[in-house]
């Protein structure tokens, strides 16, 4: 399994997503530029320039229209995909940290850090009234006022956004009226990263108390539970499989005083129905920060701290394996 190695950033990957179709890769990373790239050779398309600071999320809708990026220079960022225009400029009073499209690509919400003495919001526009882009005036603001979101996606349906908190708590926020619709808390630490299933059935999540835990979209129903040894920072499902790929490795600060074995920077890979590990890849030279399954499930890729974005294609073995009960 020889990966693909593309090296379009200076600083550590923030994102990695592929869009619906798997032909195209998008990556951000803490070095203001955002990449798009051919997922089946790893050429680089193109880049979507104008941001001023690192930029944390990335996403694109449906039909690969349009690209949302948001970034610490306190905005987040509408692009035209096919041209690289700047389409919107939505102004923040802090960093935005996550953002996602709807299922329509209508609608479009991203959170804000707290911070500088502003409290976390997670906030929604729809891109049909210009009036709310010009204005810079969301029709909907959800103040959250205890514990920032560090991650979020949007529920089955565009109903709801799932999102995730520094305290590990997960809330279903009402795209419509605003309000809490569920609650769980399974987890202790800081939740880094959430991803849905390609049906959008389930979320897993990836977690700074080393688990990452697969719930129910709809009830938040906690349904399995993946243990690792260091703290994971993300976790993808396949589409076509029953595995579940997590990366993750030990805070960026305290990599330099470790080998490359002992950080643990593979990725790994677990059984969804047994919650057992059976393979691992090596690669990085640091912490993954980002996973992602390409929406066939042929292959996946990582991004790193090292600034590096790996595509993996599967080997014919992998489809063929069946893990002993």
């Known amino acids: 399994m020889k990966p693909i190695l593309l090296q379009g950033h200076e600083r550590s990957i923030t994102q990695i997503k592929y869009n619906r179709e798997g032909d195209l ?9 955002t990449n798009v790239w051919y997922s089946v050779n790893g050429e680089r398309l193109g880049t979507y320039n104008g941001h001023t600071g690192a930029v944390w999320c990335v996403d694109c809708d449906w039909d690969t229209k349009n690209v949302l990026t948001g970034s610490a220079d306190n ?29 329509s690509g209508n609608i479009i919400m991203f959170s804000t850090d707290k911070q500088m003495g502003y409290q976390c919001f997670l906030n929604f526009f729809d891109l049909r009234d210009p009036q709310q882009i010009d204005d810079n005036n969301p029709y909907l603001s959800i103040p959250c006022s ?4 560090t991650s979020a996606v949007w529920g089955p349906l565009g109903e709801f956004v799932i ?36 049906d959008l059935t389930m979320v897993i999540t ?6 990452s835990k697969l719930f129910d979209s709809n009830s938040l129903d906690h349904i399995k539970t993946f243990r690792t040894e260091r703290p994971v920072n993300s976790a993808a499902i396949s589409p076509t499989m ?26 790994r ?22 996973v992602a399954f390409h929406p066939d499930g042929k292959s996946y890729s990582s991004g790193g701290e090292d600034g590096y974005v790996r ?15």
């Open 206 to 211: 990836a977690s700074k108390d080393n688990t």
């Open 269 to 290: 890979f677990f059984h969804a129905t047994y919650e057992e590990e059976f393979g691992r890849v090596k690669g990085h030279f640091g912490p993954i920060n980002c």
């Open 146 to 149: 205890e514990h920032k979101i």
């Open 25 to 33: 890769l998008f990556s951000v990373a803490k070095d203001t530029v």
């Open 242 to 267: 029953d595995h579940v790929v997590m990366g993750g490795g030990q805070e960026a600060m305290e990599v330099t005083t470790t080998s490359t074995r002992i950080g643990k920077f593979e990725a």
């Open 311 to 325: 595509i993996h294609y599967f080997d014919p073995q992998y489809f063929d394996f069946e893990l002993e009960a």
């Open 163 to 198: 999102a995730g908190h520094e305290n590990g708590e997960i809330n279903q926020f009402s795209a419509k009226s605003g309000d809490i619709l569920k609650k769980a808390k399974e987890h202790t630490r800081q939740i880094n990263d959430i991803q849905s299933s390609v």
């Open 75 to 103: 905005s987040c960022r509408l692009w035209d995909c096919e041209t690289g225009k700047q389409l919107a400029l939505l102004n923040t009073n802090s960093a935005v940290r996550t953002c996602g499209f709807d299922f």
